[in-house]
Nanobody, 120 residues
Framework: VQLQASGGGLVQAGGSLSLSCAAP????????MGWYRQAPGQERELVAT???????TYVDSVKDRFTISRDNDKNTVYLQMNNLKPEDTSVYYC???????????????WGQGTQVTVSS
């Protein structure tokens, strides 16, 4: 299963960017979806998650600035990032807990990563 991430890029501090990540259509169900990020020399950090019934969680540093959402019909998760700060600069990775078939266990899949750079 391949997750296709898009978005990201270079923006000045205070600006906005939007990320999206799509899973294939031929999947039994997708449970939790989320976004992680990893800056050079740092550990990967969980940024936000969203359950299938749209419950969300955020790391404190992005609360009130980032919004995670999903479209279950499109198997897609989004991350709207507003008021970006230089410390948000990272490679962002999407994840999805996917059950491919009813008789198969759920497994976590990762997108390829997309660079977000915020200049001061």
């Amino acid at each position: 299963v391949q997750l296709q991430a898009s978005g990201g890029g270079l923006v000045q501090a205070g600006g906005s960017l939007s990320l999206s990540c799509a899973a294939p259509k031929n999947i039994f169900t997708i449970k939790t979806m989320g976004w992680y990020r990893q800056a050079p020399g740092q550990e990967r950090e969980l940024v936000a998650t969203i359950s299938r019934d749209f419950s969300t969680t955020y790391v404190d540093s992005v609360k009130d600035r980032f919004t995670i959402s999903r479209d279950n019909d499109k198997n897609t998760v989004y991350l709207q990032m507003n008021n970006l700060k230089p410390e948000d600069t990272s490679v962002y990775y999407c994840t999805a807990d996917i059950q491919r078939y009813p008789q198969i266990a759920t497994k976590t899949y990762w997108g390829q990563g997309t660079q977000v750079t915020v200049s001061s």
